[in-house]
């Protein structure tokens, strides 16, 4: 309760409504008369930006009217890697390049460009430049001649930017002009389809009434992330529950609902920087939830500085989406981790909060594959205090009643004498 007020004046400032709906694009490259590159897809893009007064954070859906820049796609066969350059708007882009061994291909680069002249997207920037961001091999890779297949959202971080595909079909060096029927199912949709329960089980139902049960604390998970060495960079064990308020199809009205993150059907993906670290928990196609920390290395603390939520889920309207990039959770000392066994919510935005139970977490200087000592939060210790408190009020308790005794004795003792 302490921290949700505490960020309330933070709120204001970053505050994003849900923008439209993800649409499904579908994308060709095309050499002579072959087809090399073919992506069935949907994404959105999250976007910081600069304002005059401050940082700001737009959802910018891939539109329907994205088409294949021929000029800069390639199927590589005069030069270099196959590529899929689409653009949209005025003067945005998404670039895929592939490469292969043989035996896999795999996305060897992704780049998004983004016009911040546009202000029917960036209202009030304070910048007019086309900024290009890319990551280096974001682990999206298939057997050749199959098709990658993702149902569930993937999250690939771009430095600031992150883009979210879902619903994803995606083959290069294909063998014929359409998509292979054989297909390469990403790790996500595996650990979905191996339960024997679909996904959508897995929350809450959403009923008639206006308050919505909660669900009991989730269940603790332990993920951890590794840097390109295999050394693990970030730790955290912790069980995470949703509170997302979205308008519903079925009721015509906002509701609320609490959603339980279960970690066996959880995958969990994110990057180690210097200065950053951010884990990426998606659940099966529809909820994916990345938290980004950030160290400060004057001042060698860190914290959790980032939380961006993302749901499809079937009864919503549209995609809920929503970021917050100014938090202030979990600060910790570099070389230490954080503990709260208490529950805690932490505010993202006013139609978001995340719920936190028995949480450990370590985003920098972990050594050993182990946490380091901890640094528990005030409730934690709060509620240290309450068996002291308890146990002296009932040794004073035990105190008082054989003092009382005492003196009862002495005074019947007495009152016989004197008789
Ligand atoms: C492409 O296909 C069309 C008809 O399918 C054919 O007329 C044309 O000659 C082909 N072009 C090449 C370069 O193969
Ligand atoms: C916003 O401005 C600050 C200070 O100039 C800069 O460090 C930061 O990179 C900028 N952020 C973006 C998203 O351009
Ligand atoms: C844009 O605003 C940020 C603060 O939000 C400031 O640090 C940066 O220098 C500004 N950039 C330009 C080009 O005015
Ligand atoms: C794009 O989406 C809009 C609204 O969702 C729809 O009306 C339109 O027909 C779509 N266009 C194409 C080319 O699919
Ligand atoms: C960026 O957007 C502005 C305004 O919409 C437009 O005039 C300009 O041509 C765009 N830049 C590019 C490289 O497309
Ligand atoms: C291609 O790469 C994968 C994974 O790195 C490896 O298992 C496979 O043997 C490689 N194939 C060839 C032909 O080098
Ligand atoms: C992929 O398909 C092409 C065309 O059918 C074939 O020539 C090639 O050997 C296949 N490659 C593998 C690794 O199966
Ligand atoms: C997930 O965990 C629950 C409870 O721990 C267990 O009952 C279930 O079988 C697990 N499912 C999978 C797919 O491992
Ligand atoms: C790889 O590991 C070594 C020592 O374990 C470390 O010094 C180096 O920074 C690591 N490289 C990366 C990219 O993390
Ligand atoms: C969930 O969020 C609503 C506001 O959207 C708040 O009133 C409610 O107390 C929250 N519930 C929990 C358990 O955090
Ligand atoms: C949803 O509710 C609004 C008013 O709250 C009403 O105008 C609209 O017609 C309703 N839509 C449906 C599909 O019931
Ligand atoms: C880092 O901490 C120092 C000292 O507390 C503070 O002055 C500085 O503004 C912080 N830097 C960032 C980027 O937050």
């Known amino acids: 309760m302490k921290l949700s007020m505490a960020s309330g004046s933070l709120l204001l400032f970053t505050w994003f409504a849900v923008m439209g709906f993800l649409q499904a694009v579908t994308l060709e490259v095309r050499e002579r008369n ?8 949907s994404a959105v893009f999250s976007i910081t930006y600069n304002t005059s007064s401050s940082p700001r954070t737009v959802q910018v859906p891939l539109p329907n009217t994205t088409t294949v820049d021929l000029a800069s796609s390639s199927c590589g066969s005069v030069a270099g890697t196959p590529a899929l350059v689409a653009t949209f708007g005025s003067g945005h882009a998404l670039g895929l390049s592939f490469s292969t061994n043989g035996s896999l ?11 911040l002249s546009d202000s029917s997207i960036f209202a009030e920037a304070n910048s007019s430049a086309v900024v290009t961001v890319t990551s280096a091999s974001p682990g999206i890779w298939a057997a050749i001649n199959t098709t990658y297949h993702c149902v569930s959202a993937t999250s690939v971080i771009l430095g600031d930017q992150t883009v979210t595909f879902s619903d994803m079909r995606l083959e290069a060096y294909m063998p014929g002009n359409g998509l292979s029927s054989d297909e390469t199912i990403c790790a996500a949709d595996q650990a979905h389809t191996t339960t024997t329960t679909p996904t959508t089980t897995a929350r809450t139902p959403t009923t008639a009434s206006p308050a919505p049960t909660t669900p009991g604390p989730p269940e603790r998970g332990i993920y951890s992330i590794s840097n390109s060495n295999g050394t693990v960079c970030l730790l955290a064990q912790m069980g995470l529950q949703l509170n ?3 308008v519903s199809q079925s009721q015509n009205k906002t509701v609320q609902e ?9 995958n969990s993906s994110g990057s180690c920087e210097d200065n950053s670290a951010t884990l990426v928990l998606a659940q099966g196609r529809t909820t994916t939830l990345s938290l980004i920390f950030t160290l400060n290395s004057t001042a060698n603390k860190y914290h ?8 499809n889920w079937s009864d919503m309207t549209a995609p809920f989406s929503a970021e917050n990039t100014s938090l202030d959770y979990l600060r910790t000392t570099l ?3 954080y503990m709260c066994n208490t529950e805690q919510t932490l505010a993202v935005v006013p139609s978001f909060s995340l719920n936190t139970f028995k949480l450990r977490v370590q985003a920098f200087g972990v050594t050993t594959n182990q946490f380091a000592t901890a640094e528990e939060c005030q409730m934690d210790q709060d509620e240290m205090l ?4 308890v146990g002296a009020a009932l040794a004073g308790l035990v105190l008082v009643v054989l003092i009382a005794y005492l003196i009862g004795r002495k005074r019947s003792h007495a009152g016989y004498q004197t008789i």
Do not use: D, H, W
Request: proline share 4%; aromatic share 10%.
């Open 34 to 41: 072959s087809t090399c590159i073919k992506a069935e897809l």
């Open 105 to 115: 291909y795999s996305m060897a680069a992704l780049m998004l460009q983004y016009n």
């Open 244 to 246: 997302v308020s979205y």
């Open 258 to 266: 609490y959603f339980n993150l279960t970690p066996n059907l959880t």
């Open 304 to 311: 959790l500085s980032g939380i961006n939520v993302l749901a």
């Open 335 to 337: 070389g230490r981790s």
């Open 386 to 389: 309450i068996p002291i408190i």
